[in-house]
């Protein structure tokens, strides 16, 4: 794994991307040496070529990032692969058009445009479907022998196994509560704890993941710091579920390790950082969205009588109230029969009008004025409104520790898991949350806000 904008990587994907850079590059420079009459040398070194050269190179590389190609680096298709991949080359020509309206300085000559991405849309092609056949293997998976088969550590299994572009191979599980050779999530039972220096040797993991359902008298500490000491990566079940999943495991999670860690709570001075730029960016966003926002206005005022604005008490910092402000999705008095309720996926509640703007999240939009009062952040956990937060509370530990930050217009959770209105979306959705307040960073919540703006622009929007 590697950490960018505070958020893990798997190798495989951090490889991809670098070797892809490498190879468009290579493309468009190798098409400076066909098509240029004059020196390409002294174009490429003196005459700014190289960085013209990096405009299409990048805006690929956004592309590619924009249509899910480094989320999923498996080529399922090798259509579907070429369509995508002309998508991608396709922006980086309408980025040039802009360019040549802006500075004619910036643009590369016609014809290298034309051949370096031809020769780069072929290149991406074949390194595509060869990367998942070839590379990943020379890269090498990383080999993991579980020590114990607690909850968790079926969770990373699984995760695993769904996901191999972790590059994480299960070697097995060394537990006394299954015999040797029963399998669990495709991995077998290598043995008992009693065995676990013969099981390394045999095995020869790289790292040893302790997911112990009971740990009292029966953690082998002594094997495991010999076995630190001789190089192998011992790690607790929580912490690989934390790196792989992006969450805190909050089944794993005791009150000592938040009263004592230096890391689970915000860092003060990230905060105070995060509410200047929240505050920029708000006023930045409202002036620039006021024309989208008068016609939100207008549309949602004729084709549903009632009030524009939807006005909520939500819950906010340190469990102060305030009222949040959206564009009204939903027919007027919807909650009068009902009460509070969850909104559910396909609610009856909401008007035609408020599914195109609930899609495209422009119901959003006018919280942007809670964050030039100060009630909230441009990212943060989502608030919840008082009814619900008392029974939260009341059922899902730690669910007050999401509070000490400021709650935000969009979040980490919005953005990693899918809508749901479960207790059990609502606990990932809160795993989610800690894991944002452990590493919150102007890094992580630029990543957020550029996830969130492709989340809108692809009408992936929230329910």
């Not at 798997?10 to 020196?39: G, K, M, N, Q």
């Not at 991995?187 to 790292?207: H, I, N, Q, W, Y």
């Not at 860092?267 to 995060?274: A, E």
């Not at 709650?407 to 800690?434: F, M, N, R, V």
Request: proline share 5%.
């Amino acid at each position: 794994m590697v950490r960018v904008f505070r958020v893990a990587v798997p190798t495989t994907v951090f490889v991809l991307l670098v070797s892809e850079f490498l190879l468009l590059t290579c493309s468009y420079v190798l098409a400076a040496y066909i098509v240029l009459e004059v020196d390409p040398t002294v174009f490429l070194l003196y005459d700014g070529g190289l960085g013209r050269i990096l405009v299409p190179v990048l805006s690929v590389l956004f592309a590619l990032h924009f249509l899910d190609l480094y989320a999923d680096i498996r080529a399922r298709s090798r259509v579907g692969l070429i369509l995508e991949l002309g998508q991608a080359f396709g922006f980086s020509f309408l980025v040039e058009a802009l360019i040549s309206y802006l500075s004619r300085n910036w643009m590369l000559p016609r014809w290298l445009m034309i051949y370096g991405s031809a020769l780069g849309l072929v290149s991406l092609a074949i390194w595509r479907i060869l990367y998942d056949a070839v590379v990943v293997r020379a890269i090498g998976w990383q080999r993991v022998l579980f020590l114990g088969t607690n909850a968790v550590v079926h969770e990373i299994s699984e995760f695993m196994r769904d996901h191999p572009e972790l590059g994480l191979a299960n070697l097995g599980y060394v537990d006394d509560n299954w015999e040797p050779g029963h399998v669990l999530d495709e991995a077998k039972v290598l043995g008992p704890v009693s065995r676990l220096r013969e099981l390394v040797e045999e095995t020869k993991p790289d790292r040893i993941v302790v997911g112990m359902t009971e740990r009292r008298a029966r953690m082998p500490v002594n094997d495991l710091l010999d076995l630190r000491f001789s190089g192998i990566l011992i790690e607790d079940a929580a912490a690989t579920y934390e790196t792989a999943r992006g969450r805190i495991c909050t089944k794993e999670l005791r009150p000592a390790q938040l009263i004592f860690s230096g890391e689970l709570g915000p860092r003060p001075s990230s905060v105070r950082l995060q509410s200047v730029y929240s505050f920029v960016i708000a006023l930045f966003g409202f002036i620039v969205s006021l024309p989208i926002m008068l016609l939100t206005a207008v549309a949602v005022k004729l084709f549903s009588p009632g009030p524009v604005l939807f006005r909520q008490t939500r819950v906010g910092l340190n469990g102060g109230t305030f009222t949040l402000y959206k564009f009204r999705s939903m027919y007027a008095d919807a909650e009068a029969r009902t009460g509070a309720v969850w909104a559910t996926k396909d609610d009856p509640r909401i008007t035609p009008v408020g599914r195109w703007i609930r899609r495209l999240r422009l119901d959003e939009l006018p919280q942007f004025i809670n964050v030039l009062k100060g009630d909230m952040s441009i990212v943060g956990p989502r608030p919840e409104r008082p009814e619900f937060v008392k029974v939260l509370l009341e059922r899902i530990p730690y669910y007050r520790q999401r509070y000490c930050v400021k709650p935000g217009i969009t979040g980490w959770a919005q953005i990693s898991h899918k809508y749901g209105d479960t207790i059990e979306d609502t606990i990932a959705k809160l795993e989610y949350d800690l894991y944002y307040i452990k590493h919150l960073s102007p890094a992580l919540d630029f990543y957020i806000i550029f996830q969130t703006l492709k989340t809108m622009l692809r009408s992936r929007g929230a329910q």
